[in-house]
């Protein structure tokens, strides 16, 4: 059994494991620090194998001492060979991680099971969030399981299909006029008079243990081996980097051999704060304010941007932005190619893939694993100008007639 303690990022101060996340000294970020002396990786291995079907086979490498009670267990996604996709792009192993398949369709499951643990065991009755879209929708569902109050903040302006599936829980659904950096600040200042667990606030340094899942998974679906190359979304920074987390932590272990892949991130070009710091060389992020239909990306000012940065930088890797039509064609893509259907989100990743193989990045013997975080039935409007229906009577003329022949043509 592994020890963890909360430490600050920078200074490394250490802090009760309470619902805090800034340090007091430097106001660094609070993150969760392990001591895996303990462990051996052996047993570890065959612990994970015999464990639940979905995050919590890994409890022993997240803040936890034991198993938690989860009515709602995500994880476990598939991780699909993609060989049509890779053709397409002349890439030569191409892996898709489809995390459209957790219980409210996106990997925000991941983060919010672990947040909502720590929030019951800390005692916290009502838990709330500051969300682009896929955290409300996770937060409202996994509360209604917990039987917990619950506080869903978004911008006003959030994809309808997004808003329904939050309402629906139950919960109480607050839309903001602004962008999320609003929302964000308003959520930062009630979470000051508030006894409440904001999974992404107060209670970050847990919530952003549970996207390590993501490369626990990855790591064991490839028969315990490393991909070589990741592509993965970049909103705050937080399922990037922590992603990493996860293989570096196997790796320093021995429970996997190799190096840490490269590292690919993914935004829109309407909210890249992350990508144009790349590309300019920048060590910190300028805010922005967003303007896209990736919405779940829109993040203008992200937390964990210069983490995200230094990440890219040191695997050899690269930040991309996309436009809002090569999203639309990403989706088109991916969908076309490997009958994943993905949102807004994933057809910025999918778009960034296609980047990087149009640019000669991706040698043809690595092996590539996509993340794609979100289901495409959330976000309909960007697929609705990509086809059209074509409409008949009822009958074998109407359809042999003009249409058919049109259609084989
Ligand atoms: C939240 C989200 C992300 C990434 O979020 P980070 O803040 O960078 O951790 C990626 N994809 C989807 C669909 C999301 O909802
Ligand atoms: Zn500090």
């Known amino acids: 059994m592994a020890t963890w303690e909360l430490r600050c990022k920078e200074c490394e101060a250490a802090y009760p494991a ?3 996340y800034v340090c007091e000294h430097c106001f660094g970020p609070l993150e969760i620090s392990y001591d895996f002396s ?4 052996a047993e570890a291995r065959r612990k994970i194998q015999a464990g639940s079907p979905g995050i919590w086979r890994y409890a022993d490498f997240l803040p936890f001492d034991g198993r938690p009670r989860d009515p709602l267990e995500p994880g476990l996604t598939p991780l699909v060979r993609a060989d049509r996709l890779a053709d397409r792009l002349g890439i030569g192993e191409l892996w898709i ?3 459209a398949a957790n219980p409210t369709h996106s990997f925000k499951d991941r983060v919010v099971a672990v947040a909502l643990a720590k929030a019951r065991e800390l005692g916290f009755e009502t838990v709330a969030c500051a969300s682009t879209g896929n955290l409300a929708n996770a937060v ?6 917990a039987g917990l109050d619950s506080y869903v903040f978004v911008p006003a302006d959030l994809e309808e299909q997004k808003l329904l599936a939050t309402g629906v829980y139950g919960t109480r659904l607050i839309g903001v006029r ?3 950096d609003d929302v964000n ?4 200042e009630l979470c000051e008079t508030r006894p409440w667990a904001f999974v992404n606030v107060n209670l970050r340094p847990y919530y952003s243990q549970g996207s390590k899942t993501l490369a626990f998974e990855t790591v064991e679906q490839l028969g315990w081996s490393l991909p ?3 592509v993965c979304p970049i909103a705050s920074g937080s399922l990037f980097t922590k992603v990493a987390r996860g293989f570096d932590e196997w790796i320093d272990l021995g429970l996997v051999e190799g190096e840490l892949p490269t590292f690919n991130g993914a935004q829109a070009a309407g909210c890249s704060p992350v990508a144009t710091a790349f590309g300019e060389g920048w060590e910190v992020c300028k805010p922005q304010r967003p303007e896209t239909i990736a919405k779940s990306l829109a993040i203008g000012n992200p937390a964990d941007g210069v983490y995200a940065l230094e990440l890219a930088r040191s695997t050899g890797g690269s930040i991309d932005a996309v436009s ?7 989706i088109r893509l991916l969908a076309e190619t490997t009958g994943i259907f993905t949102e807004t989100a994933g057809g910025v990743t999918t778009a960034a893939l296609a980047k990087l193989a149009d640019r000669g990045e991706i040698d043809p013997a690595e092996r590539v694993v996509v993340y794609i975080t979100g289901e495409g039935l959330k976000t309909l409007d960007a697929t609705r100008e990509g086809f059209r229906m074509h409409e008949i009577e009822p009958t074998l003329e109407a359809f042999e007639g003009e249409l058919e022949p049109a259609l084989t043509r």
Do not use: Q, S
């Not at 303990?38 to 990786?41: E, I, K, V």
């Not at 600040?185 to 930062?188: E, S």
């Open 97 to 99: 991680k489809n995390d």
């Open 178 to 180: 602004g962008t999320y």
């Open 185 to 188: 600040r308003l959520c930062t």
């Open 228 to 230: 070589d190359r990741v």
């Open 18 to 20: 309470e619902a805090r």
């Open 140 to 145: 409202a569902a996994h509360a209604a399981a």
């Open 38 to 41: 303990g462990l051996d990786p």
């Open 324 to 330: 809002d039509d090569e999203i639309r064609d990403g």
